[in-house]
């Protein structure tokens, strides 16, 4: 860890490597399912990335690790609980969803596409695809990375560029 | 190749490109004696301009546990702030300022009990209990910045939490403040404002410095 804060990009390799069965541990040990524990264990090496710095080689190494982890999984959890919450069993929202109002919603989303549309083809390339994949075409984070042969974790970034690309062009449009 | 799933072992060879050698920080008790330094020229700055009678405090019997109380309160909470802005401290440390939060707030009552009916107690014009104001918010803003813009570095993860326990340092430096400036027992009216300003700081510290570590 000493070596990975003084920028030693093969101990730091190692480290990560390391540190991902006891992320996966830890993440079990809290009750995250199975299928997003590898989620958690992407969260937590960016989260160990971003406070590289707030490590004290004073200290051992294992509670850091564990505490970073451990708050990865809790939000994994806490953001799948709220998922939940909101999410209407299918039948349910069909029936409930008024055939009229429908109509309005399909005019909206044609007009918003329509604003949309050469804002979007104006994004670069990644940003473009990261959009259309998980914005237009609502696959999930790992079918677009499996479809555009990239990972969750550039995806990720592409799309909250994009995202912020724009809002700025769209306020900036008015 | 790690033998992890792909995507994992993207991210690791993502990050490891990305790595930069960084800026260690530095240990947390230095940041607590800065912050205490800063509280230290604040109140000697205060008193200079604002007077004081240090007599008072042995001469009412509740006015000293309830100075000590509010300044034990103020360093144990930044303690706790600074030392709940590493990722690795245990939630139990945010329990540290309890104890002196509690003789502070019994002998700032008790005080208040003990001193009705005394002509010198503190609180019984709009303009004393203004001053009271005043000094706590006056002294506790800028003491609580101070402290969210010295642990932003930490990009702490408990940002709520570090910022209250710093808007609870500030209030209780600025309160130790006032009862420097005035040394007497308080009327209810002074307590509830006094209680008030504090619970406004800490409030205003949680949420608006806390928005702030957040977005470190």
């Known amino acids: ?174 | 190749m790690t033998g992890q799933p792909n995507g994992i072992d993207a991210t690791i060879a993502e990050l490891t490109a990305s790595l930069q050698p960084v800026r260690k920080l530095a240990p947390p008790w230095i940041g607590v004696a800065l912050w205490l330094a800063a509280v230290i020229v604040l109140a000697a700055v205060l008193y200079a301009i604002l007077g004081g009678e240090l007599d008072g405090l042995v001469e009412r019997p509740w006015v000293l546990p309830s100075l000590i109380g509010s300044a034990a309160a103020a360093a144990l909470a930044a303690v706790s702030a600074f030392l709940l802005s590493r990722p690795d401290r245990a939630d139990a440390w945010m329990l540290l300022p309890l104890p002196a939060v509690l003789l502070w707030v019994v002998s700032l009552v008790a005080g208040c009990i003990a001193g009705a009916g005394d002509p010198e107690t503190w609180g019984t014009t709009g303009a004393e209990v203004r001053a009271c104001l005043t000094i706590i918010i006056g002294a506790s803003v800028p003491l609580s910045a101070l402290a969210i813009v010295m642990i932003r570095r930490a990009r702490p993860e408990r940002f709520a939490r570090v910022a209250l326990l710093a808007g609870l340092a500030s209030a209780a430096a600025a309160s130790t403040v006032l009862i420097l400036v005035n040394p007497h027992n308080s009327t209810v009216l002074d307590v509830a404002v006094h209680t008030a300003c504090v619970a406004a700081v800490v409030t205003a510290s949680a949420l608006v410095g806390g928005r702030f570590l957040r977005s470190a």
């Open chain 1, 1 to 174: 860890m000493i070596a990975a804060q003084g920028g030693d990009q093969v101990a730091y390799r190692a480290l990560l490597s390391a540190a991902v069965p006891v992320v996966r541990r830890v993440a079990r040990a809290i009750g995250v399912p199975p299928a997003s524990v590898d989620d958690v264990v992407q969260e937590t090496l960016l989260s160990m990335h971003r406070l590289l710095h707030t490590y004290d080689p004073a200290r051992p190494f294992a509670p850091w690790l564990n505490a970073i982890a451990r708050r990865r999984s809790i939000d994994m959890l806490r953001a799948q609980g709220r998922r939940s919450t909101r999410e209407v069993h299918a039948p349910i929202a069909y029936e409930a969803h008024a055939e009229e109002e429908d109509r309005y919603v399909a005019v909206e989303m044609k007009g918003d596409a329509e604003r949309l549309r050469p804002a979007i083809n104006a994004l670069p390339e990644g940003q473009r695809e990261a959009v259309k994949l998980l914005g237009l075409d609502g696959y999930t984070l790992a079918e677009s990375a499996e479809l555009s042969g990239k990972t969750k974790t550039a995806l990720k970034v592409s799309f909250h560029r994009a995202i912020k690309s724009l809002r700025a062009r769209l306020e900036g449009s008015g």
